[in-house]
């Protein structure tokens, strides 16, 4: 007879899966806050959405920080490369926000998904990743689902706000650089600390010329933006840490695939043909990337 006590034995799960799961746990987190920014569009000033968003994360995650890890914990050498860190994330935000005010959404978010692509050269010339044929063709046809989704127009991708668009991109892709570099010595928790105290004090002055009384329904509304932020952050730095930048990447499409559905399920938006067709693109570059993680390092070849 059988001891009810035994328990099956949990299957072994690579690390380097946990990377990916966990980068697209963050991608989930990050749609989440932008619908929920979407929803309150016109409210409250951008800058301001980017002070509470920082101030709310930073009060949500020090004292559980500081009260596990203790003041010590927050202790680093690297002061410098987390300021720089904050700075580069906070230029990429503003200019999100800023270009979201002056074209669709739809372009915008086609164009942001130049991040990816901006993350993996940035990662072959600075960090010596390497990278093959059948990776970057993945890349790229992952890409070409986030167009047919997003079907930007032609007028607006040749605005001046597009170029907006592309530079919060670029600083997206430089600040994914920075914080690998910073996972080799700061556990990820710290990073997250470091980044909000520091985006709270930067983005503070715009936010003062601009701000507005909040009412109850939109501090409700910033509290999920901050919870999803920390939340995302946390799974984005840790996903850093356990795998390389050019493997991750393909899966950041997974965000518009995420935000089509919930902006569905949320406000009711019809799926159109090419919202479904995209998203299974994205999802079948992302499921081949994955495939071929496992089998190039079984295979202990580089793709």
């Not at 010590?72 to 860190?85: D, F, S, Y």
């Not at 997974?254 to 009711?268: D, E, N, S, Y």
């Not at 019809?270 to 499921?287: E, K, M």
């Amino acid at each position: 007879m059988q001891n009810g006590h035994n328990h099956v034995p949990m299957p072994y799960i690579p690390e380097r899966f946990y990377g990916i799961a966990l980068f697209v746990i963050a991608m989930f987190f990050f749609s989440c806050m932008n619908v929920t920014i979407s929803s309150m569009a016109g409210s409250i000033p951008s800058v301001q959405i980017v002070f509470m968003r920082n101030v709310l994360g930073l009060c949500m995650l020090a004292p559980f920080a500081i009260r596990r890890y203790g003041v010590e914990g927050l202790r680093t050498q690297r002061l410098g490369r987390h300021a720089q860190r904050a700075f580069v994330g906070l230029l990429s935000m503003e200019a999100w926000f800023y270009s979201l005010g002056n074209i669709s959404v739809n372009t915008a978010t086609a164009l942001s998904f130049s991040a990816p692509l901006f993350s993996t050269v940035l990662a072959v010339l600075l960090l010596k990743e390497r990278i093959r044929a059948l990776r970057i063709a993945a890349l790229l046809v992952g890409f070409g689902g986030v167009v047919l989704i997003a079907s930007p127009t032609r007028q607006e991708a040749q605005s001046f706000y597009s170029y907006v668009v592309l530079f919060s991109a670029l600083m997206m892709a430089y600040t994914g650089i920075i914080v690998k570099k910073l996972t080799v010595t700061e556990p990820s928790w710290r990073i997250v600390v470091y980044m909000t105290a520091f985006m709270s004090v930067m983005s503070f002055p715009l936010a003062w010329m601009e701000w507005q009384p909040i009412e109850l329904p939109i501090m409700g509304m910033l509290v999920i933006v901050a919870l999803c932020s920390i939340i995302a952050q946390i799974c984005l730095t840790h996903a850093l840490k356990l795998q390389k930048i050019v493997v991750l990447t393909p899966f950041e499409f997974t965000r518009l695939m995420f935000t089509a559905m919930i902006a569905w399920i949320v406000f009711g938006e019809q799926l159109t043909w090419n919202s479904v067709v995209g998203s299974v693109i994205i999802l079948s570059s992302a499921v081949f990337i994955a495939w071929r993680e496992s089998y190039v390092k079984k295979k202990k070849i580089v793709l």
